[in-house]
């Protein structure tokens, strides 16, 4: 019988995350296994993780055990304030690795010009700053084990202990009554209640955390997606329901078959092929792209405040759209979101 060990994200509409041991089979074959195992009921995706056993096709009986994965127990004294030292580390963290690869890329062009020692010299200080680096990221996986939801964070793929510090450092639960809380703070609220987008304004004050929301959309987000995510089913649907919804005008062009920004600006529009209309919604496949990662990463916000406000013993509202809407994740109405 073959033992093999399974971690699934236990959470609506995740499952399994990957396979990090197995004898006679590949991870593609341990993966076709356990989407059986969802088709037929012999797997929760819901509720705390159990074990259970499968039968895979043409192969001997053989036994699963299904787990989460654990943070160990936070070493050393713990901080008077746990949130501001987290805070201080990411931010150490991410001054460090941008110092990295600056050290990086400017010796990078003068090692040709310099000699054998002061070649050695660079190499050396960049291998410091690299070990720095991974001992602040050790630092931060220590902390996070003062926070309960960080182990329900490591758990989902395509966030990282960075990220996850990120979001326990950044984010105040106690604060967020709402989930749409939580996707203002974050840069991410859309046009509701006569108010606008969301947006850089020249001569104007962020009205969001835009640090927070540059490492959600263009960090974590990037992650979920290169790591094929259980996430990501939020950010292809999405995108593909757009890529399907049909505009009388060209929203690239304003309907005058020439583009109006980027690339194709003064030339014949890409998103409508020149004709003006009708179009796919959106200016360019990179603004659906774009919309497709903010949605995915609202999908995200919404679960974290649930799994979060839950863990500390808090209530927990329904989010805008289902308490004043009714419209619930992946029920659309036949209209595009």
Known sequence: MNQIEVYIQVNPGCYLTSIINSTNMDKEEAREIIREMKKSGTIETTGRARGT???????????????????????????????????????????????????????GNQLAELDDHDREFHETRSET????????LKHISNLLGYFPISEWLMNQVGVGPTIAGVICAEINIHKAEVPGSIIQYCGLSGPRDGQPIQKRTKGQK????????????????????????????????????????MVKTCMGCDGSAVGLKGENKGKKC????????????????????RAALRYMVKAFLNELYVQWRTVEGLTVHAPYAEAYLGI???EHHGTAA
């Open 53 to 107: 056993k499968y039968w895979p096709k043409g192969k001997a009986p053989a036994e699963a055990e299904i787990k989460l994965k654990k943070l160990k127990a936070p070493k050393g004294v713990k901080p008077s304030d746990p949130v501001m030292a987290l805070r201080s580390s990411v931010r150490f963290f991410y001054d460090l690795q941008q110092l990295r690869i600056s050290q990086r890329l400017r010796s």
């Open 129 to 136: 700053l690299n070990k720095f680096e991974k001992e602040e």
């Open 206 to 245: 962020n009205n969001y955390h835009a640090w927070l929301r540059s490492k959600l959309v263009g960090v974590m987000a990037d992650c979920m997606i290169k790591s094929n995510s259980p996430w990501r089913e939020f950010y292809d649907n999405y995108k593909n329901r757009k890529e399907s919804t």
């Open 270 to 289: 890409a998103n409508c092929d020149g004709t003006g209309g009708p179009a796919p919604w959106g200016q360019s496949d990179g603004h659906r792209h």
């Open 328 to 330: 619930k994740h992946g």
